[in-house]
Nanobody, 117 residues
Framework: QVQLVESGGGLVQAGGSLRLSCAASGSIGSIDAMGWFRQAPGKQRELVARIARDDKTNYSDSVKGRFTISRDNAKNTVYLQMNSLKPEDTAVYFC???????????WGQGTQVTVSS
């Protein structure tokens, strides 16, 4: 079992920054990739950024150059630094842990990010 707890969401003006954190606990050694997804009202959940076990990262086109995913292995925490935020970034952001061996996803409870224009 893996537990994921997000923090750091909030309300920010367009052009501002926020940093999300995701603290992982439990069987974290089984995780092959950690990521951030988001879901806006009426839309499907979408991948924002992901970091693999080998530190390879990938980003959605909509956030490239603005968002950065990173992790601190000593703290079992993954971060999402979000800069130059836009109103269209408004969504609930979910932390994700992917276990490749069983093709299974763990999810956090989500944290709201609201960007005002």
């Amino acid at each position: 079992q893996v537990q994921l707890v997000e923090s750091g969401g909030g309300l920010v003006q367009a052009g501002g920054s926020l940093r999300l954190s995701c603290a992982a606990s439990g069987s974290i050694g089984s995780i092959d990739a950690m990521g951030w997804f988001r879901q806006a009202p009426g839309k499907q959940r979408e991948l924002v950024a992901r970091i693999a076990r080998d530190d390879k990262t990938n980003y959605s086109d909509s956030v490239k150059g603005r968002f950065t995913i990173s992790r601190d292995n000593a703290k079992n925490t993954v971060y999402l630094q979000m800069n130059s935020l836009k109103p269209e970034d408004t969504a609930v952001y979910f932390c994700n842990g992917y276990i490749g061996l069983v093709n299974y996803n763990y999810w956090g409870q989500g944290t709201q990010v609201t960007v005002s224009s």
